[in-house]
Structures are given as C-alpha cells and as structure tokens.
C-alpha cells in the first residue's frame, strides 16, 4: 500500500448532475439513457461521451455505479463523470461502486446524493498504472460475462424463434399445462443462509438474481422450491418472464410481483418458459390489465391462468431442442453467477490494496 495515496473523492473525477428526459420526449434511436440503476432505454442523441461512468443520485439506486462503453444521455436521477482527472475510467467505475455513499444522504423523503457533499469522501488510490492493471484483472471476468450474456440472448431469441405462435396449431389454457404456485412460509434455514431473490429491479436491469440475506427482503415473497417459471404481472406488455432453476437444499424466493408457474405432467419449465414469452400471449395479457396507473397496471392471476397458449406438448423434436437451448442458457447464466461471485471477492481487495494484482491475476486464470 506504500505506492497508493490517500486522497479524496475530487482528486478521482469531477461529477455533474445529469439531465432530465421523460419517455414521451425519447426518439427512436441505440445511444443508451441511463439512469440511477443503470441503463433504462434509448434516444437518439448523446450528451455524454463514453468511456464514462454514472452514479446513481436518488432512490433506492443511491450510489450504484454503471459504466459506459458508448456515448450516452444520464438522466438527471444520475451524476455522471464528466473529467476522469488523468484516472483509469474502468478502474474509477469499480471505486465508485465500491464506496459506501449511504452516509452522505442528504434527502429527506428518498435518499439523494448531492455531489457538492461528497467531494471530501476519503479514498485510497494508485498511480495510473496499477489503476489499468486492477481494471483489466476485474475487466477478464466482466468480458467473460459479457461473452455469457451474448451466448444466452441468442439461444434465447432461438428457442423463443422455434416456439413461435404461428408455427402450431394447437392452443391450449395455461392452467391446463402449469399449476400457481403461492408458498410464502420462509423455511427456519433460510434465516442463516444466503438466498437468491428474483425481483422486477434485477429483471430490468439485465442482472442475475439478488444474492442476499432472507431477512433483508421487506417486501413480500413467494417460496420457489422446485423448478419453475416466473411471470410478472405487473405491465405484462413488458417480457419479464425467468425460467427458474433453485440450487442446492436452499429454496429462492421471488418477489410477489411474479408469479411462480409450477410445469404439469409432460412439461418441462423450458416448455413452459418459451410459450409463456411469447409476444402474442403477453400482448394477451396486456388486454386484460387492471388499474388506472400505466406504471401499476396488472394482470390477475385467475386471468392469466385462462389465458390460451401454444400447446408445447405437440412440440416432439422442436420440444428437444428448446431444451437443449435452455439449458445452454442455464450453464451460461450459472458460469456468469460463479464469475460475478469471484469479481465481487476480489474487488474490495483489490480496491484496497490487500491483494496483489499478479495474485489476483492467478485466481482469475484458475477460472476462465
């Protein structure tokens, strides 16, 4: 640690608060908007150049920390990085989203980050080319997870392809081919274990699911204790549907927000996952929505579950290779959980100074 500075936060980079853009005003466009947790659609116009890094200033995302690699518009719910003062911008992204911004809140009815107070946050910080050397350790596991993420989409889009509507005949209720699932009692053994947590938050952002203690979870949650499907019921137009497979003895838990579609006889959970994201049957469902508020509208259960859907036991050899796809996606989206986990061991170490980057380096060869 003899080689690293102490410091302050306005010796790392200069933020600015970034700028407001409702959805109405947005034109059809692939620069990325992005907002306090991270990317949150697109415009056609950048005001920010890329490499950049955006932090989150309101809400629950206070302090989450997004990287750039194209040019982009921030949203005012952000601060974005406007002069990396000569740092490594990968490396400035992983600090950032390394510090504990929880005590710098200055909003009184949602937390909020004004970046005037956080200038003075203490930081430890290296010259330029460890700086480089720590981002492309952590950089290794984050292309690797990236190559993943690529992987999956495209045998997603293939599967959902081979399960089109209009390549079958036969529609069915989705009630005739899965059950509703409404376990909520959390087993004792939960208490003391990590579990994962499917949410709507992790869901847009492109994220696994929420690794994290049961105890924390406020709001409520649904069991998942055997394979199954989540299908959210809030703005069913929006494709929010995960194929879920717990691991272990340790149930998941998913937030009430979904619900747990449990596969009947003759079905798999990828089955029922590549009919249940289909665009017809969401668009089915769209139909079907209560509620005033187009942020809260929702789908009632007993109204999904009569719901028609292609029938997925007709499928024969289609059937075989939509699983043999979702398994792919499955190995892809666990070798990316296994990595994540490594990434997020290392990096506090790594930000610090208690491991060595040639240390480190070994530890990540061991694994990609």
């Known amino acids: ?28 466009g692939n620069v990325p908007v992005v907002g306090a947790a991270g990317p949150s659609g697109f415009h056609d116009t950048a005001i920010a150049k ?6 989150g200033r309101a809400g629950a995302s206070m302090g989450h920390a997004t990287y750039c690699a194209e ?42 980050l004004n970046r005037n107070y956080i200038t003075q946050i203490p930081i430890s910080l290296p010259e330029p080319d460890e700086q480089r050397a720590i981002a492309a350790v952590l950089g290794v596991l984050d292309d690797k ?3 993943n993420e690529r992987i999956a989409a495209t045998a997603d889009e293939l599967a959902l392809t081979l399960a089109l509507d209009e390549r079958w005949e036969k529609r069915i209720r989705l009630g005739e081919i899965a059950t509703l699932s409404k376990v909520q ?15 709507l938050p992790a869901f847009d952002s492109g994220k696994a699911p929420d690794r994290c203690s049961p105890l924390s979870i406020k709001s409520g949650k ?28 340790v149930p998941s838990l998913a937030s009430t927000e979904f619900l747990v579609l449990v596969p009947g006889l003759g079905t798999s959970t990828h089955d029922l996952w590549s009919v249940v ?12 929505v209560t509620g005033t508020s187009k942020s809260h509208q929702r789908v009632r259960p007993a109204e999904v579950m009569e719901t028609e859907v292609v029938d997925p036991r007709q499928f024969g050899e289609v059937g075989d290779q939509i699983r043999s796809l979702a398994q792919s996606i499955l190995a892809a989206r666990r070798e990316s959980k296994t990595l994540a986990a490594l990434r997020d061991t290392l ?9 060595r980057v040639k240390d480190a380096e070994k530890i990540v060869e061991d694994h990609v």
């Open 1 to 28: 640690m003899s080689e690293w500075t102490r410091t302050t936060l306005d010796q790392l980079v200069k933020l600015r608060r970034g700028h407001d853009l409702p959805t109405t005003s947005r034109n059809p």
């Open 50 to 55: 890329a490499p950049g890094v955006v932090v």
């Open 71 to 112: 040019d982009f518009w921030p949203l005012n719910t952000s601060l974005y990085v406007t002069d990396f003062m000569g740092n490594d911008p990968r490396f400035v992204y992983h600090l950032l989203g390394e510090i504990d911004f929880s005590g710098y809140n200055s909003g009184a009815a949602q937390p909020m």
């Open 145 to 147: 997870i990236a190559v």
């Open 185 to 199: 009692r959390v087993p004792q053994e939960m208490s003391d274990n990590l579990v994962d947590h499917y949410s």
């Open 222 to 249: 649904f069991v998942i204790d055997s394979p199954a499907v989540l299908l959210s019921k809030l703005n069913p137009e929006i494709p929010r549907v995960w194929d879920v497979v717990p691991e272990g003895s």
């Open 277 to 288: 994201a289909q665009r017809r049957f969401l668009e089915e469902l769209a139909s079907k």
């Open 347 to 355: 990096l506090p170490q790594l930000m610090s100074g208690r491991i």
